[in-house]
């Protein structure tokens, strides 16, 4: 089996798992340090996990709704323990989302279970959802044992109701009060930007970068005026800018490129985007 190994001198380089990153790694067996693998697959096909015979797999996780009002049950966070614990993965990645609501409250025992939204979605934008977001944290790190835990930050695709800070204020004031390292994904951050009309630079600068462990980068798409997030197309030339901005400060263990959600992902252009980011990382 092999394992993820930080080094302080060198990113390490990996790709989100998919068809492209699974015919990407056949291709060049040693351009890639590991593979970031959602628990979801992981618990919905087992077998996925033995691609850790050739290649180190990082545990990325959409199911712990830190940011929500409704707990994960015992069993997923007990799943997702284990899975950490089988794959040695050195944190666990978490959406700073939620992606479970209250039952409908219908007639039928379905709508007396928690609503899954099968999607991450980025919560109010207040002090009401940073103090819920420190205790599920709290809550999970107990569950999680010695793993560590990194917190995504969300795509914003507009003004979110009751909110009363800007998404870098937000970030800022989890990562004053809880015990998580940051995973920032570049796309999510410049969609956020996009469609608030903030600047980049500046919310940059607002950011708790010192925190970073793994960034992320893929592909963005506008429709009807709002920029959405979108792994089947490659990431603009803006992200490949802010990752040169961001590395001036900090040197993150881990760069994850993620081109998952098209089951045929231009090859070229994966190959040609992981050796600019590896041209990046070592210029910085
Ligand atoms: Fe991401």
């Known amino acids: 089996m092999k394992y993820f190994r930080s080094d302080p001198a060198r990113t390490q380089l990996g790709l989100a798992y998919g068809p492209s990153a699974l015919a990407y790694l056949d291709a060049h067996p040693d351009a890639l340090d590991y593979i970031e693998i959602p ?3 992981l618990r919905h096909t087992p077998d996925a996990g033995a691609l850790q015979a050739h290649m180190p797999l990082v545990l990325h996780c959409a199911s712990v709704s830190v940011a929500g009002t409704v707990a994960p049950s015992a069993d997923t966070m007990r ?5 950490a614990e089988r794959l040695q993965t050195p944190w666990v990645g978490e959406h700073l989302a ?3 609501a209250e039952p409908l409250g219908g007639e039928t025992e379905a709508d007396r279970d928690p609503t899954t939204l099968t999607y991450t979605v980025c919560p109010q934008l207040s002090e009401a959802s940073v103090s819920r977001v420190v205790e599920n944290v709290a809550a999970a790190r107990r569950q999680l044992g010695d793993t560590p835990l990194l917190l995504e930050n969300s795509p914003q695709y507009f003004e ?8 870098s204020d937000f970030i800022a004031a989890v990562f004053a009060r809880c015990d998580a390292g940051l995973l920032l994904d570049l796309t999510h951050f410049l969609i956020t930007c996009l469609n608030t009309g903030a600047d980049p630079e500046r919310e940059l ?12 980068i893929s592909g963005l798409s506008v429709q009807s005026g709002i920029a959405w997030d979108d792994h089947a197309v ?6 490949f800018e802010l990752l040169r901005r961001v590395l001036r400060d900090v040197r993150p263990q881990a760069l994850t490129v993620e081109y998952n959600w098209s089951a045929a992902f231009p090859q070229p252009i994966l190959h040609r985007h992981l050796l600019r980011v590896r041209e990046l990382l070592e210029a910085a």
């Open 98 to 100: 939620f992606v479970s």
């Open 39 to 41: 628990f979801e697959q």
């Open 205 to 216: 600068d607002r950011l708790p970068l010192s925190r970073v462990v793994e960034v992320h």
């Open 160 to 167: 979110i109701p009751g909110s009363t800070m800007p998404m």
């Open 234 to 239: 490659p990431a603009p030339p803006q992200v």
């Open 79 to 83: 799943a997702i323990a284990d899975a």
